[in-house]
């Protein structure tokens, strides 16, 4: 499985991005899509995941300003942000989970950087 992220920029806070993360090969063992961030100084968190039957988690901190969706044709998912907030600054990384007759594996896209500036 590899994974294409892209969207992240700077944005005023208040503001709204959109991140896509794009995943070719193996797609059929994935079981769910995730995105994580790091902040600075902080240790990596999932920011929010949506399984192949459409369920979704969220952190609490982005709960009702973020949304995980997914475009099943385009082997996309996507993470729009609103209300950005200057603590939303981070690298954000895509995820899948996979599970394969030979295990279960995680596969990471590479991070894309959103800087919210107060």
């Known amino acids: 499985v590899q994974l294409q992220a892209s969207g992240g920029g700077k944005v005023q806070a208040g503001g709204s991005l959109r991140l896509s993360c794009a995943a070719s090969?193996?797609?059929?063992?994935?079981?769910?899509m995730n995105w994580y961030r790091q902040a600075p100084g902080k240790q990596r968190e999932l920011v929010a995941s949506?399984?192949?039957?459409?369920?979704?988690i969220y952190a609490d901190s982005v709960k009702g300003r973020f949304t995980i969706s997914r475009d099943s044709a385009r082997n996309t998912v996507y993470l729009q942000m609103n209300t950005l907030k200057p603590e939303d600054t981070a690298v954000y990384s895509c995820?899948?989970?996979?599970?394969?007759?030979?295990?279960?594996?995680?596969?990471w896209g590479q991070g894309t950087l959103v800087t919210v500036s107060s």
């Open positions: 090969g193996s797609i059929y063992s994935i079981q769910a």
């Open positions: 949506i399984t192949n039957s459409g369920s979704t």
């Open positions: 995820n899948a989970d996979s599970r394969m007759p030979s295990g279960r594996y995680h596969y």
